[in-house]
């Protein structure tokens, strides 16, 4: 049986990666630092998904154990060095922190001499998520570690689709999540082209693919959380019921919509319009209740210069294009308070202590002053 290790056996992990992993029979040893989670894996060695949809169709996953990297993370090294395949779904900040638990993984696969091709697939939110992990894996490798990974190990993007929200089951290992689902891998980058996965799309460039879906269900979902919240809703369903939710995550959609069309060429406008009107109806979902502060989490890292709002406004701008709604939302997102949140909590607490200016240019990059100004503009139009 073939065997994949699994970083974060969160939300996605279980309930997307998880099943297509089962599904193409893998065994699945899920890694992660959640006590509870690695527990029960290894207690009962499977889990039930739900699709949040008519029926309510139930998926077992079977043959899954668990890892903890912070307690055994030799185990993780010995599981890498004999692994077929190496996903992650753990957020983008953490990926720099598995690194060199891969690094000493794939140090030991060369030493056994597995010249087994390896592709490790990180499943984040991110343009280019699996090339940013190869440079942090990189940092930690020894130059024969690094002449072993150019031969034998490929760090192909991905871009995953699948709103799964957060969990509230008495079975921690439940899962329940939107029937629609999407992953595709770029190929170019793959080092095992014998292993392709049922049920995911590999393609010659994930460009057109990951802008496409970050900048239409992510760039649409935050635009959505960030508006519902500043007129104070507390889910994703009841937000995007209001009128004025709607009409600024579809505006803000057109806006993605336009630059996606100037930037490929291949995108047809009319099935762009229809894909992108499945997105916002994915959010109206009435099976699924989803958090405002899941999907609005960590909002320092959703202002990143290359993240779902400043990048399509830095290159709307170059194109002459109107980026109106994307900058009246990021307006909003720093007025974007959750206590829960460490992230939104360290935001508030910069704008409480440096000027506006400041915090705009450390949180997002912007580097063009005339953007910046209508940062600024933007974030004081809401003030209240
Ligand atoms: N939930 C979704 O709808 C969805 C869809 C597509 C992509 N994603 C992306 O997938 C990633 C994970 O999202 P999620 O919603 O599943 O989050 P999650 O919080 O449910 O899962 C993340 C898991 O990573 C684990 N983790 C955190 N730090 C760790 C560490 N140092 N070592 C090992 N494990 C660690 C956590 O314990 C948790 O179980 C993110 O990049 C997200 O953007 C999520
Ligand atoms: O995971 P994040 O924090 O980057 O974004 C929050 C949600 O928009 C996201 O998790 C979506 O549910 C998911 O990307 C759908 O495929």
Not at 56 to 70: F, R, S, Y
Not at 80 to 101: F, M, R, S, Y
Not at 208 to 227: D, M, Q
Not at 253 to 277: G, H, I, M, P, V
Request: net charge negative; with cysteine.
């Amino acid at each position: 049986m073939m065997e994949a290790v699994h970083f974060g056996a969160g939300n996605i992990g279980r309930g997307f990666i998880g099943e297509t992993l089962a599904a193409n029979g893998f065994k699945i040893n899920f890694v992660d630092v959640n006590e509870t989670i690695i527990n029960a894996l290894n207690q009962r060695g499977e889990y039930t998904i739900t699709l949040a949809a008519p029926g309510e169709k139930k998926i077992h996953v079977d043959n899954v154990d668990g890892l903890n990297n912070a307690k055994d993370p030799e185990a993780v090294v010995k599981a890498i060095a004999q692994a077929d395949l190496v996903t992650t779904a753990i957020g983008p900040k953490i990926l720099p922190i598995i690194a060199p638990l891969i690094a000493q993984g794939l140090q030991a696969r060369a030493a056994a001499n597995n010249h087994q091709p390896l592709d490790v697939i990180a499943c984040e939110n991110m343009i280019g998520g699996s090339q940013s992990l190869k440079k942090s894996v990189y940092e930690h490798l020894d130059d024969a570690g690094k002449t072993f990974a150019d031969t034998y190990v490929g760090f192909p993007n991905a871009a995953v689709d699948r709103i799964v929200p957060q969990q509230k089951h008495d079975d921690p290992l439940a899962v329940s999540v939107e029937d629609f689902k999407e992953w595709v891998v770029d190929e170019s980058q793959m080092k095992n082209h014998d292993l392709k996965l049922k049920t995911v799309d590999y393609v010659p460039d994930l460009e057109p693919y990951i802008e496409r879906k970050l900048f239409s269900v992510n760039t649409g979902h935050a635009t959505t959380a960030y508006t519902g919240k500043y007129l104070g809703y507390t889910t994703i369903g009841e937000a995007i019921k209001d009128p004025k939710v709607f009409n600024q995550a579809k505006g803000a959609l057109a806006e993605t919509r336009s630059l996606l069309l100037a930037e490929f060429k291949n995108f047809d406008e009319k099935e762009l319009e229809t894909y992108q009107n499945r997105v916002l109806q994915r959010f109206q979902n009435p099976y699924i209740s989803d958090d405002i502060s899941r999907v609005a989490r960590t909002p320092i890292r959703k202002l990143g210069y290359n993240e779902r709002f400043i990048r399509p406004i830095r290159e709307l701008k170059e194109r002459g294009l109107d980026y109106s709604v994307l900058m009246d939302t990021v307006g909003m997102m720093f007025h974007y308070v959750e206590p829960n949140d460490a992230e939104a909590v360290k935001l508030q607490a910069m704008l409480k202590d440096q000027p506006l200016v400041d915090v705009i240019k450390e949180v997002t990059g912007l580097k063009d002053a005339a953007l910046i100004d209508e940062v600024e503009a933007s974030v004081k139009s809401k003030d209240r």
